[in-house]
């Protein structure tokens, strides 16, 4: 790392702190700081949705598949874009009927307070825990880049990130996730145009990668233990981003955020076709890696992008590259932080308090934001590396609940016998069989591949909900 590529990192934290100064004087109450008043225009909410999602996982793991595989990942991000459609009519009108301030508002009003608990504090459970795994993946590269160790490594993302979040709120989050998208995008794109330059013959180097299967984009196999099929990437995509998309306060308070329904609409589908062609550009990135020989067996998967970055980039690029890096793993932070915080507030202790003033629980949202910030950054320095691409390690995490999520969304629309109960018990039967088949590994389950745990948790939730209202007992009137 030359001066200039730290010069280049300073100027990107100094830009991102301003920015949550700027609207740090704007935060009036809970509104302004959870909801952003419902103010924001669809486009930069769009490209926060592409940039929370995508968080360090994308930029340093799906380099790193596509260099020791192929680029069949990209029939995931298909099912993706089918999943947010599927939102996108059915789901979000519910959430611009009446005042909800969280995604889990809408179980209470259609089963009950105990039912939104519940779901709350499974998001807050899980997200809690995949988004330790993802601040632990941010400190990967920057440690490669400056030396530092993974613990100061992940207390400095940490803290940077608390910073603008907890003084601008969602306004602050969403702007920022704009900046940084553009800049891991650049980075990426860089990547790819210096790896090609590298290459003596890129025609004969992608000849070669055509006739290895590096470039193979389709599995039509029908297998549940092969991990990217186009059946697998169709449904398991698609139930996965309905949930992540449609149930999920961390993408549905940004939906919230927008001025109406429309808007909300074009956000949400809009960042589906963005979020196919960024995955493309990445898997393409590793593809180039291993082209110009950058596959070195003696690192893990995901520390190849951010070696290449730094060895092979020219001064400045560098850089660039690095704060895309910290950009992409911020970005998902703060916005776990900013909705973590948000469900607390609203979902626990504004009922639990009867506190409702909006400066008080302002006040409130703010502490809880700290607090978060603290657990993240504990789970982060609890974590051990594994041999698993973390990108598919956090998406295992998040598919222990999101099938339970969806299916109790699902069973409110589809079951209208179903009542609270009912929705508790099925979350509860869901979270504990996800739990053993995705940590434990039953014989049975033991090579189910990770993109079938939301269709299986969604399926499990839904039967269980439906037998029990099916045999509930009803008193008889005498």
Same mark, same amino acid.
């Given at each position: 790392m030359t001066p200039l590529d730290?010069?280049?990192?300073?100027?990107?934290?100094?830009?991102?702190?301003?920015?949550?100064?700027?609207?740090?004087?704007?935060?009036?109450?809970?509104?302004?700081?959870?909801?952003?008043?419902?103010?924001?225009?669809?486009?930069?909410?769009?490209?926060?949705?592409?940039?929370?999602?995508?968080?360090?996982?994308?930029?340093?793991?799906?380099?790193?598949?596509?260099?020791?595989?192929?680029?069949?990942?990209?029939?995931?991000?298909?099912?993706?874009?089918?999943?947010?459609?599927?939102?996108? &009519?059915?789901?979000?009108?519910?959430?611009?009927?009446?005042?909800?301030?969280?995604?889990?508002?809408?179980?209470?009003?259609?089963?009950?307070?105990?039912?939104?608990?519940?779901?709350?504090? &499974?998001?807050?459970?899980?997200?809690?825990?995949?988004?330790?795994?993802?601040?632990?993946?941010?400190a990967i590269p920057l440690a490669i880049v400056t030396g530092w160790t993974i613990p100061t490594s992940v207390i400095v993302v940490a803290v940077v990130t608390l910073l603008y979040t907890w003084a601008g709120g969602i306004k602050a989050v969403v702007w920022v996730d704009v900046m940084q998208l553009a800049i891991y995008v650049v980075g990426g794109v860089a990547t790819l145009v210096v790896a090609w330059t590298l290459l003596d013959s890129p025609a004969d180097s992608l000849a070669r990668a055509a006739e290895l299967g590096k470039l193979r984009t389709f599995d039509w196999s029908f297998s549940f233990s092969t991990t990217y099929t186009f059946l697998g990437g169709l449904v398991g995509g698609a139930l996965l981003s309905a949930a992540s998309h449609g149930t999920d306060h961390l993408i549905v308070q940004r939906l919230l955020a927008t001025r109406n329904l429309p808007d909300a609409r074009k956000a949400l589908v809009g960042s589906g076709i963005l979020v196919i062609g960024q995955f493309a550009l990445f898997l393409l990135v590793g593809t180039m890696l291993w082209a110009v020989g950058a596959?070195?067996?003696?690192?893990?998967?995901?520390?190849?992008?951010?070696?290449?970055?730094?060895?092979?980039?020219?001064?400045?690029?560098?850089?660039?590259?690095?704060?895309?890096?910290?950009?992409?793993?911020?970005?998902?932070?703060?916005?776990?932080?900013?909705?973590?915080?948000?469900?607390?507030?609203?979902?626990?202790?504004?009922?639990?308090?009867?506190?409702?003033?909006?400066?008080?629980?302002?006040?409130v949202g703010r502490w809880a934001t700290v607090g978060w910030a603290i657990v993240l950054a504990g789970g982060a320095l609890s974590f051990r590396s594994t041999d698993q691409p973390v990108v598919e390690l956090a998406l295992s995490i998040a598919s222990i609940t999101y099938g339970a999520l969806l299916g109790t969304y699902m069973l409110g629309g589809l079951r209208r016998a179903a009542r609270q109960t009912d929705a508790i018990v099925a979350i509860g039967v869901a979270t504990a069989s996800m739990l053993v088949i995705v940590l434990v590994k039953p014989w049975v389950f033991a090579n189910l591949a990770w993109p079938w745990y939301v269709p299986l948790g969604t399926l499990i939730t839904v039967g269980v909900g439906v037998l029990m209202s099916a045999f509930r007992i009803t008193p008889q009137a005498s």
């Open positions: 730290w010069a280049v990192m300073a100027v990107y934290f100094v830009a991102v702190i301003a920015i949550g100064a700027h609207f740090t004087r704007r935060q009036h109450d809970a509104a302004d700081y959870f909801l952003g008043r419902h103010s924001l225009p669809w486009w930069a909410v769009m490209f926060s949705i592409v940039a929370t999602e995508t968080s360090a996982l994308t930029v340093i793991s799906i380099p790193g598949l596509a260099t020791r595989s192929d680029l069949t990942f990209l029939q995931l991000p298909i099912g993706y874009l089918i999943g947010r459609i599927g939102v996108a &009519i059915w789901l979000l009108p519910g959430y611009f009927t009446g005042d909800n301030e969280t995604a889990y508002s809408r179980l209470e009003t259609r089963f009950g307070p105990a039912t939104r608990k519940v779901a709350s504090a &499974i998001f807050m459970g899980i997200r809690a825990l995949g988004d330790s795994v993802r601040v632990f993946a941010t596959d070195d067996p003696n690192l893990a998967s995901d520390a190849l992008f951010p070696t290449f970055a730094v060895a092979q980039l020219p001064p400045g690029v560098a850089g660039i590259v690095v704060a895309g890096l910290l950009a992409a793993a911020m970005s998902t932070v703060s916005s776990s932080l900013n909705s973590l915080a948000s469900a607390a507030t609203h979902d626990f202790y504004a009922p639990l308090s009867r506190q409702r003033e909006p400066k008080h629980l302002l006040r």
